[in-house]
């Protein structure tokens, strides 16, 4: 039944609603495709061309992708070819303003070229120059980013091409210098639309092996449009991601493409490459020696030095007759000795004598040298029969009063007699 014979409301309204006893009609979603297809902008791509054949007012191109392996057929009328001032050739890098145009009656899709241009060298190298300057306003070409290389790395990642003049130059230079040295080769594509990919997968796993030192990226020279990979933004950015350092060696001087600011190292030629990542063995050989020389010279002269040091010493009186020196202090130590003992004897003379003469003036002081010019003492004798009161007046000893009288000799006792009289006990 078609679709005319079918009444549009018992159609599903979009695709999603169809089921095995509610189809759409082949016609219907051949229409809703062009009609969501015919929807879809025109789009500016670029791309290189790979076939082209021309069929009377038409030609048919195949385009394929600069950097992958991805190829779109379109066609275009011969009119727009026609107005190139350079005619279109196989290899030619183009943008192209494409439409994709739905054929109801076959189910194509046909890509239609609306306009297409070559892409020259000055464009080229305009874009280069854009991107460039955009990579240098994030930093990706800071010093600060750069990391120095070993000095002697143990094993080297070369990137490079198939059995390509790069590879043998460095792997032949660098072995001449340093003939232990160690390389962990990956050949890869270094132009074509494969090139950043595979560069870029062989980069990623030099990088993540721990033994590898230093990555060189080597090709030789060659025309600018074989050199854009060097200059992709992946390739860039993996190469600023990358933690083992990368020495660039694309080219000739000349060259430079964006590969070369982001690298650590610039080399200008993969034979400089070889000479700046590992060091000259004979270069370094004669380094050693000239610094054992060197050590040897200053060791030497060192040892002269402390040599007529110690002569030096050896010559001065102090070491030559020690003993004068010991001599000379034990002289001062018994002289010192002597006036010691002299000012010690001095000072315990007079102080004896100091002694003695305070001694005897204590002694007139004293009660007892009273008593031995013939004075006593006379006391009244008290209950407890001692002595307590000072007799000081005769009034105080009555007739009849015990006394206890001292004298130089000792004590004795006697009564009073009264005034004017006194009797022995």
């Not at 003049?165 to 494969?194: C, H, I, M, S, Y």
């Not at 008593?371 to 006379?378: E, F, I, M, N, P």
């Not at 008290?382 to 006394?403: F, I, K, M, R, Y």
Request: proline share 5%.
């Amino acid at each position: 039944m078609s679709a005319e014979a079918r009444s549009e409301s018992t159609l599903p309204g979009t695709a999603a609603e169809t089921s095995p006893d509610n189809p759409w009609p082949l016609q219907l979603l051949s229409r809703k495709l062009k009609a969501h297809i015919e929807r879809a902008p025109a789009a500016w791509i670029e791309g290189q061309v790979i076939e082209m054949n021309r069929r009377g007012s038409n030609a048919f191109l195949t385009l394929r992708d600069i950097d992958a392996e991805i190829s779109l057929p379109a066609s275009v009328w011969s009119t727009v070819l026609d107005r190139q001032r350079t005619p279109l050739e196989r290899g030619s890098r183009v943008v192209a303003l494409v439409k994709a145009d739905f054929w109801v009656k076959t189910g194509r899709l046909n890509m239609s070229v609306k306009d297409i241009r070559p892409v020259g060298l000055g464009d080229l190298l305009a874009r280069i120059e854009r991107l460039r300057q955009a990579l240098a306003a994030e930093g990706l070409f800071a010093d600060s980013r750069k990391r120095k290389l070993p000095l002697l790395p143990h094993r080297i990642g070369l990137i490079t091409g198939r059995d390509s003049d790069a590879k043998k130059d460095v792997l032949r230079n660098a072995a001449l210098r340093w003939p232990a040295v160690e390389f962990d080769v990956r050949e890869v594509a270094v132009q074509g639309n494969t090139a950043v990919s595979q560069i870029i997968g062989a980069l990623r796993k030099l990088d993540a092996d721990p033994h590898v030192d230093v990555i060189v990226l080597a090709r030789g020279g060659g025309a600018l449009e074989d050199l854009l990979p060097f200059s992709n933004e992946d390739l860039i950015r993996a190469v600023a991601a990358a933690t083992t350092p990368v020495v660039s060696a694309i080219g000739h001087e000349a060259d430079r493409p964006i590969l070369d600011d982001v690298a650590d190292l610039r080399a200008s030629t993969p034979t400089d490459a070889a000479k700046r990542i590992v060091p000259d063995v004979s270069e370094e050989l004669a380094a050693v020696r000239q610094a054992r020389g060197h050590l040897r010279r200053c060791i030497g002269r060192l040892v002269d030095r402390e040599t007529d040091r110690l002569h030096a010493l050896r010559s001065r009186p102090v070491l030559a007759a020690p003993d004068t020196l010991v001599d000379v202090r034990s002289e001062d130590i018994a002289r010192l000795q002597q006036r010691s003992l002299s000012a010690v004897s001095t000072a315990v003379v007079r102080a004896l004598d100091q002694v003695q003469h305070l001694r005897a003036q204590v002694r007139a002081l004293s009660p007892q040298k009273t008593l031995d010019r013939g004075y006593a003492v006379v006391q009244i004798v008290g209950d407890d029969q001692a002595g307590h009161t000072v007799v000081s007046s005769p009034a105080q000893a009555p007739e009849g009063t015990a006394l206890a009288i001292r004298v130089a000799e000792g004590r004795f006792r006697a009564t009073s007699a009264g005034q004017g009289q006194m009797a022995e006990q």
